[in-house]
Nanobody
Framework: QVQLVESGGGLVQAGGSLRLTCAASGRTFSSYARAWFRQAPGKEREFVAG????????YYADSVKGRFTISRDNAKNTVYLHMNSLKPEDTAIYYC???????????????WGQGTQVTVSS
């Protein structure tokens, strides 16, 4: 059974930081690109950040550029999303996904985690 499991979400004040973790099991995703998406209430799921299988290439949505950093540890089959200077508009459920390459559209991903809630209070 292939699984992606997110953790690290929670409640934080505006300006604070969180680190999300996405651990993979059941299949080695070290050769897969990974991405983070998020979905706020009443909105569509949107691309946040992506990283190539080697970690050499990273991609960010304009709304998080300069505040969020995606990284990976292939030895641990884990991807991280470091989130700094959080804003109330970052409040959403954050999902981890895996695919052969980084795509910004969710339909290109077949492997998803269950999501972790991030709430930023003002």
């Amino acid at each position: 059974q292939v699984q992606l499991v997110e953790s690290g979400g929670g409640l934080v004040q505006a300006g604070g930081s969180l680190r999300l973790t996405c651990a993979a099991s059941g299949r080695t995703f070290s050769s897969y690109a990974r991405a983070w998406f998020r979905q706020a209430p009443g909105k569509e799921r949107e691309f946040v950040a992506g990283i190539s299988w080697s970690g050499g290439n990273t991609y960010y949505a304009d709304s998080v550029k300069g505040r969020f950093t995606i990284s990976r540890d292939n030895a641990k089959n884990t991807v991280y999303l470091h989130m700094n200077s959080l804003k109330p508009e970052d409040t959403a459920i954050y999902y981890c996904a895996a695919a052969p390459s980084v795509y910004t559209t969710e339909y290109r991903y077949n492997n998803w985690g269950q999501g972790t809630q991030v709430t930023v209070s003002s």
